[in-house]
């Protein structure tokens, strides 16, 4: 009984947080009543391939996430750096790297917790490197068609290959990550930073790690066959009978993302 009582409060506290999907749906609905005809197109404005595409990334990035893999691995890079420009450049990068993988959204769930938890660990200038990783990963985001929404629906539409797409937006990553980690190196000081001796790597959950991690590469080979819904069963399949408390993650993840 009391657990019956607590979803009105569990539904209110979900339209709170996501008031501006409450408004636009509100909004559907009212020009819904003053044109009902045209709610029999409305399915034929959504490109449900790149829908599958993303749900397939999303799934993978999750799984790549809750396996603690990125975080592990930016430690452990993280911590071997002698100063605040060097860490401050490394950010950048991996900012930038992990924004062409798996969307810039993700990129920034990894990195930008890490480098607040950082900030307990030694005097650095937290707010200044958020900006900089939030700039990286908009510049590495363009470079393939998963780093960005955008992008995975130009890509779809233009129906060129995944190696014709990068080549392409190679010269304008370039030129706009170049540009960054130049400005990167004039505005952080090149002075030492210490960290604690008895800072340990996160816990690594390997199986999901070693599931998530070769999937990759098949949904993107099918990605490029123009094959995202046989892409996202397969992707699904493996979550749901292997790791289905992954899928319970992933609304958390979509709350909190921002385009």
Known sequence: MRRLLLIPVDIAARLQRDLLLLILVLLCI????????AIASYPHLVDWPTIAALAGLLLLTTGLEESGFLQH????LITRMHSARHLALLLVVVSAMLASVPTNDIALFVVVPLTLGLHGMAALPTDRLVIFEALAVNAGSLLTPMGNPQN???WHRSGVSFATFVGEMLPLAAILLGTLLLLTRLAFPARRIDTHEDI????LARRLLYTSLPLYPVFLLLLEL???WLG???????F???FRNVLRQIDGVCCSSSS
């Open 30 to 37: 009212g020009l819904s009543v003053l044109d009902p005809a």
């Open 73 to 76: 691995l930016a430690f452990h």
């Open 152 to 154: 995975l629906f130009l």
């Open 200 to 203: 340990s790597p996160p816990p």
């Open 226 to 228: 123009r094959q995202p």
């Open 232 to 238: 996202l069963a397969a992707v699904l399949t493996v």
């Open 240 to 242: 749901v009978f292997a």
